[in-house]
């Protein structure tokens, strides 16, 4: 299976900061890379497909960029909505992987 | 609305069974490749298996392979997961997720999930 190495696993942050999350796989994936938002209790949401497609309804201050095996979730002015776990995903291989995850905290 | 609610869940001992439901509704089922994915509480997102839409093909990943097995039932708007041999390590919180767009394999609805607990 291919694997997505996630980091940092954890950020602190304060509203209005801009916030980079990275994800590397473990070989070349081309732009299959979704990202998701997690809040406590509840099922992810997605925010970025295909690597840099904004899903309907999400704000514009998050933007996904990358490709091949280094993919970047960008968060521009970070909104207290915003402090929650961030997940990326492939789907080139025959398996879908996850990242273990970021959280992003209150500083 | 778009809905995907999941049952089945709950405490069943190991090497026990346990079969999970994701009912849908808002959206016409028929159309979509479905999946599971868990998630270990606490911890990271793990995909299980897949189903496409009229639910002539389906995989699964290798740590479940052989124990568990996706149907659906379009008339139903139904999925289903049947765990068999459960083992303490498929411990987790069990989502139902559509298939937004089969390119890109990203999921644009989760059902809000149901627990499965392995426990003697």
């Known amino acids: 299976d291919i694997q997505m190495t996630q980091s940092p696993s954890s950020l602190s942050a304060s509203v209005g900061d801009r916030v980079t999350i990275t994800c590397r796989a473990s070989q070349t994936i081309r732009n299959y890379v979704n990202w998701y938002q997690q809040k406590p209790g509840k099922a992810p949401n997605v925010l970025i497909y295909s690597a840099s497609s904004l899903h309907s309804g999400v704000p514009s201050r998050f933007r996904g960029s990358g490709s091949g095996t280094d993919f970047t979730l960008t968060i521009n002015s970070l909104q207290p909505e915003d402090f929650a776990t961030y997940f990326c995903?492939?789907?080139?291989?025959?398996?879908?992987?996850f990242g273990q995850g970021t959280k992003v905290e209150i500083k | 609305e778009v809905q995907l609610v999941e049952s089945g869940g709950g405490l069943v001992q190991p090497g026990g069974s346990l079969r999970l439901s994701c009912a849908a509704s808002g959206f016409t089922f028929s159309r979509y490749w479905m999946h599971w994915v868990r998630q270990d509480p606490g911890k990271g997102l793990e995909w299980v298996s897949r189903?496409?839409?009229?639910?002539?093909?389906?995989s699964y990943a290798d740590s479940v392979k052989g124990r568990f097995t996706i149907s659906r039932d379009n008339a139903k708007n139904t999925l289903y997961l049947q765990m068999n041999s459960l083992r303490g390590e498929d411990r987790a919180v069990y989502y139902c997720?559509?298939?937004?767009?089969?390119?890109?394999?990203?999921?644009?609805?989760w059902g809000q999930g149901t627990l499965v607990t392995v426990s003697s």
């Open positions: 995903q492939q789907n080139y291989g025959t398996a879908p992987t």
């Open positions: 189903i496409n839409s009229d639910g002539s093909s389906t």
């Open positions: 997720v559509r298939v937004g767009d089969f390119w890109s394999g990203y999921y644009d609805y």
